[in-house]
């Protein structure tokens, strides 16, 4: 039987924050878990292409032959890595490091809670299939984000509180030792406890940080709801911030024919992408779909936008039935919301036909690529049958604001470091709302891994501190 010890407070209920409380729980420790929003989840639980673990025993090839994820990481954070200084550049190896070395770990502990991840899928920017989903319907964000709530539902040890926003960290001297927060019945509520961060990025303050950090951006649609950031809750104790500038712009995200000039879009999944999907642009391919976010991003925004407010441009992402098979989930789904259409290659026209034959042709090994794509996931139409009555499945997407990169400094341990590097006592950090993990892109598949991998250390290191070690 477990002893229960002093309580923890978890602030955001994503997938990072339920990491956190679940190796709380598993400790003994009592936690408190305070949430703003009405139900628990945060965008962890819309997440739909999946969660990186490399090396798995799901992973296609020789078994456990995927020993490239780290040089994939480091390869995606660009210039931003690469041009760090010596103590800030260590810093992000000890996080890229601990995110792939501990991403098969963080697999099995889901796995090892009940939830299915069989199936691998290869995104863009990565070298090998790595990023896992379930072989059922349920999407990977929400399989995961249910599995962990049910389970600390169970617990007498795990409590939880909606529509509670965080106001003021508290502190006593140089520690933090609680939390002052105010709920929508208008109570306001102190509690005393380590605190742990996990409340997300600032994608949704399109008038407050993004607005600060990246003016540039305004006026492009987002996949996030509107919402404050709570970065300046963390600085106020002395936090330091790190790469704020650096914003992934997600390259396709549905636009609604029914609702199409609606700011706030519906992510089309990347591994529609990675399981052989294209997207074309007046009837042709400009891109090498396979290519890192902010590569594909930058070759949708050179062509012309298509609406001036909110910004957004005409590309098409065309799958056959072969991509179809193995994302029917997804597909069916964005069919049921008017977001996609099966449809026939003659609707999009013959030179749209010629696009997809020259396609075919490299899926099939018969050409190369014209812009140098090799992963052609499932994509089966093969070069002699494509005509005009071959089925397609069709849907318009553009770029929107998606992700930021940048947050507060943490090191591997998920202790917040103030602007001296040092920690700052009490106030642990996870997922979104930290910085220096992905650098100026994050690949697809990593959010998800990031939230378990730093929740997981987040709430094992808070056990250890309330045990004295």
């Known amino acids: 039987m477990l002893t229960t010890r002093q309580s923890a407070i978890v602030v955001g209920s994503g997938l990072a924050g339920l990491s956190a409380a679940s190796e709380l729980v598993s400790h003994g420790v009592s936690v408190h878990l305070l949430e703003r ?29 995927d020993s490239s994820f780290y040089d994939d990481t480091v390869k995606s954070a660009g210039l931003v890595f690469a041009e760090a200084g010596m103590e800030e550049k260590k810093g992000r190896k ?40 379930g072989a059922g319907k349920t999407p990977p964000g929400f399989a995961i984000i249910s599995t962990l709530l049910k389970s600390l539902k169970e617990s007498e040890l795990f409590q939880l509180e909606t ?33 742990i961060f996990a409340t997300g990025g600032f994608a949704g303050d399109a008038h407050g940080m993004l607005a600060q950090y990246r003016p540039d951006l305004a006026g492009l649609p987002s996949t996030n709801d509107a919402r404050p950031s709570s970065q300046s809750l963390l600085t106020e104790m002395g936090a330091k911030l790190l790469d704020m500038e650096e914003v992934q712009v997600h390259p396709t995200s549905f636009v609604d024919p029914k609702d199409d000039l609606n700011p706030v879009k519906f992510l089309a999944a990347e591994l529609l992408r990675g399981e052989g999907g294209i997207l074309i642009h007046e009837r042709k391919r400009f891109v090498n779909e396979m290519d890192n976010r902010k590569v594909v991003t930058d070759a949708i925004t050179n062509l012309p936008a298509a609406d001036a407010i909110p910004k957004q441009w005409n590309v098409q992402l065309v799958l ?29 026209g013959s030179e749209a036909t010629k696009t997809i034959q020259l396609y075919s042709l490299a899926a099939v090994g ?20 494509v005509k005009g ?16 990169m940048g947050g507060v400094v943490i090191n591997e341990r998920s202790e917040v470091l103030d602007g001296d590097g040092r920690e700052i006592g009490g106030l642990w950090a996870a997922g979104e709302v930290a ?30 501190h309330l045990d004295g070690q």
Request: aromatic share 8%; charged share 20%.
């Open 435 to 464: 910085g220096g993990v992905h650098g100026g892109n994050r690949l697809g598949g990593s959010s998800l891994l990031e939230c378990v991998v730093f929740g997981r250390i987040a709430g094992n290191e808070v056990a250890r």
């Open 389 to 404: 009555d071959s089925v397609v499945y069709v849907g318009r997407v553009t770029p929107a604001v998606h992700f930021t």
């Open 163 to 195: 529509k509670c926003l965080v106001t003021k960290i508290l502190k006593s001297g140089s520690f933090v030792e609680g939390v002052h927060y105010a709920c929508a019945d208008g109570e306001t509520k102190e509690i005393k406890g380590s605190v």
């Open 37 to 65: 929003s009405a139900k628990p989840g945060g965008n962890s639980i819309k997440a739909s292409s999946g969660i990186n673990g490399a090396p798995t025993k799901y992973q296609p090839g020789p078994p456990f032959s």
């Open 320 to 348: 056959d039935k072969g991509v179809y098979k193995n994302a029917s989930s997804h597909i069916d789904f964005y069919i049921l919301k008017g977001l996609m259409r099966k449809t026939t290659l003659s609707e999009l």
């Open 94 to 133: 000890a996080l890229i490091g601990k995110l792939t070395n501990e991403s098969a770990a963080a697999i099995e502990w889901l796995v090892g809670k009940g939830v299915n991840l069989s199936v691998v899928a290869q995104l863009g920017g990565h070298s090998f299939p790595r990023t896992h989903r």
């Open 366 to 385: 018969d050409e190369t690529d014209g812009f140098g794509r090799k992963y052609f996931g499932h994509w089966e139409l093969k070069p002699e049958e």
